[in-house]
């Protein structure tokens, strides 16, 4: 193996190099969404025209996810028309499409200690994500580092507050007959181990309530095609080894403690004993 050598990178002003730009950097970006650290993102539109409002940078997604970033780049220091911005475009996109969780994402080359107090400020109530950008040269090459110096806050849904409820009618719309067909067979294998368990209709999933008390140990989520299932787990549970063996695709590790499945019919009905097995163990677990 060939040894390593250090190499000096010189750092340059993106905002003051005349040969780039935001359209530069958005490209950079577009192609590969990974370098913001954000997780496995797609893009999903560039240069997104807004009703009345301009156009979005960048947006993007969690691959097999129901997350969006609203992605504003700012060259140089943010400065206030930045910010609302950026805050503009995340309301307008989360007005549009309620059916997505939505985060703001505000990138610049600087964000002096004042504007870092206001964002900090809004964070808790929108959730935002602030990225310093550095541009890095070394020759004819150039690198672009991108380091989180805000992070998002949980906020809104965690399914300890009270949650705003709906109706069957309401992940009628949201799902299929096929889906719903998919949850109420899922209750009704459920009961099996759990009696007088029922789906508990909320606006952003469908919980379990047990003997008339709330008890999310596993939720659900109707959508067109699949059935999202949240199911309580440790981290490293030896189950979610078990779903990769069986070609099931765990989409995400919750900031509550989920591993989230998006599962078709036919996933489901062959996989059905699996699954089971292991939202019995979460209930177990909710009991002790």
Not at 3 to 17: C, G, R
Not at 71 to 97: F, M, N, P
Not at 100 to 107: E, L
Not at 125 to 150: G, R, Y
Request: hydrophobic share 35%; aromatic share 8%; glycine share 4%.
């Amino acid at each position: 193996m060939s040894e390593l050598k250090y190499t000096q990178f010189e750092k340059i002003s993106l905002k003051n190099n005349p040969s780039l730009n935001e359209s530069w950097i958005q490209k950079i970006i577009a192609d590969n969404p990974s370098i913001l650290g954000l997780g496995d993102l797609v893009l999903r539109d560039k240069e997104r025209m807004q009703p009345k409002a301009g156009r979005l940078d960048l947006l993007l997604q969690e691959a097999n996810s129901d997350q969006r970033y609203e992605v504003e780049v700012q060259l140089g220091s943010v400065d206030e028309a930045h910010i609302i911005r950026t805050i503009e475009y995340w309301d307008i996109e989360r007005r549009r499409y309620p059916q997505y969780d939505h985060t703001a994402v505000i990138i610049a080359e600087d964000v002096t200690s004042r504007f870092l107090n206001v964002l900090s400020l809004f964070n808790g109530f929108i959730p935002i994500v602030a990225l310093q950008m550095k541009a890095l040269k070394h020759n004819d090459h150039i690198s672009l580092v991108f380091t989180k110096i805000i992070d998002q806050m949980v906020v809104g849904t965690d399914e300890e507050d009270i949650p705003e409820p709906t109706d069957r009618s309401y992940w009628e719309k949201k799902g299929s007959k096929t889906t719903i067909k998919m949850l109420d067979n899922l209750f009704e294998d459920m009961r099996q181990f759990a009696e007088n368990i029922e789906p508990k209709y909320n606006k952003y999933y469908v919980g379990i309530s047990v003997n008339g008390i709330v008890n999310n140990f596993t939720t659900f989520k109707t959508r067109k095609r699949n059935l999202n299932i949240s199911i309580r787990m440790e981290k490293e549970d030896e189950m979610v080894q078990q779903f990769e063996e069986a070609g099931l695709e765990v989409t995400a590790y919750s900031r509550w403690g989920k591993y989230e499945l998006r599962l078709s019919e036919e996933e489901l009905n062959s996989n059905r004993e699996l699954i089971l097995t292991a939202i019995k163990q979460a209930h177990q677990r909710s009991l002790n």
